[in-house]
């Protein structure tokens, strides 16, 4: 149980091989997507762009976030990301999704949605991270998340860069 409100949003699966295996996997899928399912012989619109404009500066960017998740999850993370106007693209056969939300998206439904997607990708052995957003979501959320070898990571870069010279304040938990 889970995944998105019927009717409101599209998924485009691209299956790929020789005609017969791929034949055989559209048998099999067509019934566990259920609704109405179109098969047809041309790859989705947009490939595999990401679902963000990659030129925006500024304020009109989208808040872009990565999720990562056991294939296990997907449903789960769908279903986080219910409600909400986000687009999506990825390889959900490989357990990474990109979501992106409009720029105008308020920043306290973007930190909503950010604190649901966390807790659901991380019960589902993933992670979820904000690629590029606005200056004011930057500002409000954290973009990487809880990292769990967090310690470890700052004790190898006190060794090997003590002065601290290397991409300073760019690294995971701003060291």
Not at 39 to 63: I, L, M, N, Q
């Amino acid at each position: 149980e889970g995944g998105w409100e019927a009717g409101s949003r599209t998924l485009s699966v691209l299956l790929e091989g020789r005609e017969s295996g791929v034949q055989g996997r559209v048998d099999d899928l067509a019934p566990l997507l259920g609704g109405d399912v179109e098969v047809g012989e041309d790859a989705p619109a947009g490939g595999a762009t990401y679902p963000w404009d990659t030129a925006a500066v500024g304020d009109d960017r989208s808040t872009a976030l990565k999720m990562t998740f056991a294939l296990s999850g997907l449903a789960d993370v769908l279903a986080a990301l219910d409600g909400s106007p986000a687009a999506l693209r990825g390889s959900a056969g490989s357990g990474v999704v990109y979501a992106a939300l409009p720029p105008t998206t308020p920043v306290g439904e973007v930190s909503a949605l950010l604190d649901r997607l966390r807790a659901t990708t991380t019960r589902h052995g993933g992670a979820t991270t904000v690629v590029d957003a606005p200056a004011a979501v930057k500002d409000a959320v954290d973009v990487w998340g809880p990292v769990p070898a967090l310690a470890l990571m700052r004790r190898v870069k006190a060794q090997f860069d003590p002065d601290r010279r290397l991409s300073p304040g760019r690294y995971v938990g701003g060291i």
